[in-house]
């Protein structure tokens, strides 16, 4: 039996608070209404992209938090196996939709969120995604960053 995280409608209709920033999972939990327990306990082991700093701290990503949150209900009630990987949710026509040319936007070394526009009604929809590991190392080829 899987456990399903704790994610009701009132905590879905307040992900519109979240902003583009990283939240400690306190403040994520303030922002939604829940314990901070849920979301260790809950979230994070239900796959809530999140990283963790030299600190060990957990940081989550807002618009992370909210693709992830939104994806995760809309599975639940399409019952479906998760999306194909071209498909987002529209929150308005309530189905999921192909995306064609996304926007690529990393959030950082571990996350990518997918941007696009429906194509039956234009609402901005997205995805958060694993970014694959690169095969190549990209460093040190001669940027002149940071020297
Ligand atoms: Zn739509």
């Known amino acids: 039996m899987k456990r399903q995280p704790l994610l009701k409608r009132t905590h879905i209709i307040k992900l519109g ?17 829940v314990a901070q327990d849920t979301v260790y306990r809950s979230y994070l082991p239900a796959g809530l992209p999140h990283e963790r700093d ?3 701290s ?14 995760t209900v809309a599975k639940r009630k399409s019952k479906r196996k998760g999306l194909p990987d071209d ?12 995306m064609s040319r996304p926007v690529v936007k990393p959030i950082n070394r571990y996350l ?29 080829e001669g940027l002149g960053e940071g020297s």
Request: include cysteine; glycine fraction near 6%.
């Open 87 to 98: 498909h987002a949710w529209c929150m308005r026509c309530n189905q999921p939709v192909v």
């Open 17 to 33: 608070r979240l902003l583009d920033m990283m939240y400690k999972p306190s403040e994520i939990a303030e922002e939604i209404g």
């Open 58 to 71: 957990v940081w989550i990503h807002g618009p992370a938090f909210v693709a992830w949150a939104k994806e």
């Open 112 to 140: 990518e969120v997918l941007q696009a526009r429906c194509p039956q009604c234009g609402t901005k929809v997205n995805r958060a995604k694993k970014r694959l590991p690169s095969p190549f190392c990209k460093d040190g």
């Open 54 to 56: 030299a600190h060990g």
